[in-house]
């Protein structure tokens, strides 16, 4: 009797049928999120009072010109060492002051193009959102990307921690690393200035109380 027609007769094995499922969970699990991904996110003025079961809402932070104005001054304080409360609206004026321009704009293009960062504070923690277009070999998409956490010490600074983390429709908080790369992507156009970075070495807390990012020098 041939190989080929005892393992016919015999069917397959345990290992092959074990590494199908796996094969098969994986496979579905990928398409789930792809579909999770592509899904649209309803972009909302506030949460409804009764959100749509399956739905993932998306509310965009003050932006405010009027209300935005204090930065310069604030950031002068910050980078003196004197501790600084923001708001979003002010928070939203210092990232589009630090946004590329120009032939900088052109040279953080690539695969992944982020729009400018948008900021929200609410339930005690930060919200950071933009969409995003996606550009690889030949197929488009743009997606709402938006992550909210707070902020704790990791060595002699403090870090974002996300909380929740949405592509699209889709949770991935949970995944390693991918959330940390995507974090990074999302600011990779932003230059911060070596004062400012210098700055945020030095703080001793940094929280969010009600409407507000406190930092806090020693």
Not at 36 to 52: A, G, Q, T, W, Y
Not at 108 to 123: C, E, H, K, S, Y
Not at 132 to 158: I, L, T, Y
Not at 159 to 176: A, D, M
């Amino acid at each position: 009797m041939s190989t080929k027609t005892a393992r016919a007769l015999q069917g397959p094995s345990l290992t092959e049928i074990i590494l199908g499922i796996f094969l098969s969970v994986l496979i579905g699990a990928a398409l789930a999120a792809l579909w999770l991904i592509n899904k649209p996110v309803d972009i909302v003025r506030e949460l409804p009072k009764e959100p749509v079961a399956g739905k993932v809402y998306y509310v965009e932070g003050s932006n405010i010109s009027t209300k935005g104005r204090q930065w310069l001054r604030k950031r002068q304080l910050f980078v003196e060492g004197t501790s600084v409360t923001l708001i979003e609206d002010e928070l939203n004026a210092a990232v589009a002051s630090l946004a590329p321009t120009g032939d900088k704009k052109e040279e953080a293009a690539g695969m992944v193009q982020p729009g400018t960062l948008n900021f929200r504070i609410a339930d005690g923690r930060l919200q950071i959102g933009t969409p995003v277009q996606v550009n690889v070999a030949g197929f488009q998409s743009k997606m709402q990307v938006s992550v909210s956490g707070d902020f704790e010490r990791a060595g002699d600074k403090f870090v974002f921690v996300p909380r929740k983390f949405y592509v699209g429709s889709c949770p991935i908080e949970r995944l390693p690393v991918l959330p940390g790369m995507i974090l990074d992507r999302l600011f990779a156009g932003v230059t911060f200035p070596e004062d400012l970075i210098e700055g945020w070495g030095r703080l001793a807390a940094v929280t969010i109380e009600g409407p507000q990012l406190q930092l806090t020098m020693p």
